[in-house]
């Protein structure tokens, strides 16, 4: 099978490699350009592990051929800090508000939660539960997960953050 050239911009950078055609985003990010932040959990879309975000919009890169991305803005968990280091806002709350255990899912499940507050930036419970569906968690039960998506909410809308009374 020939290979093919492939340009993007991931993370702000432009990037290019010749690649398989039938060579999966996940396998480009990971194993090209060596950024091993996205997991690989399922190779069949089911656990969300592997988001990235892909001209605006949240995508399994598990789903998507590196072909496909061609000319697209990528962005993945290693683009979300600060030029300086500090963590993003939702990398912050992740730590914050122990939304993370193991950690396997974290980086798709912020990916995901970014998307999901650029599209809605004050999300209740019920919106953010199901905005994250998409992506599976072995480990937490979700409960801080959400939590740390509220908080990071309430930070960005420059409110403070109150924990909801169970």
């Known amino acids: 099978m020939s290979k093919r050239n492939v340009s993007m911009k991931v993370n702000g950078k432009s990037v290019s490699a010749e690649v398989e055609p039938r060579m999966l985003l996940i396998?480009?990010?990971r194993?090209?350009?060596n950024l091993t932040g996205s997991h690989i959990g399922c190779d069949t879309s089911h656990c969300g592990a592997c988001t990235v975000d892909v001209d605006g919009k949240s995508v399994k890169a598990c789903t998507l051929f590196a072909v496909q991305a061609e000319g697209a803005q990528v962005l993945?968990?290693?683009?979300m800090a600060g030029a300086d280091g500090k963590l993003h806002v939702l990398?912050?709350?992740f730590r914050e508000?122990?939304?993370l255990q193991c950690g396997y899912c974290?980086?798709?499940?912020?990916?995901?939660?970014?998307r999901l507050l650029q599209e809605n930036p004050n999300p209740s419970e019920a919106?953010?539960?199901?905005?994250?569906?998409?992506n599976l968690c072995r480990c937490t039960g979700y409960q801080n997960i959400v939590k740390a998506i509220q908080y990071a909410a309430a930070k960005i809308n420059g409110v403070e953050y109150k924990e909801a009374a169970e």
């Open 97 to 99: 508000m122990h939304g």
């Open 91 to 93: 990398q912050e709350a």
């Open 106 to 114: 974290t980086p798709g499940m912020i990916m995901r939660a970014q």
């Open 127 to 134: 919106e953010i539960r199901i905005g994250i569906s998409g």
């Open 27 to 29: 396998h480009y990010l």
């Open 31 to 33: 194993e090209h350009l």
């Open 76 to 79: 993945t968990i290693e683009g």
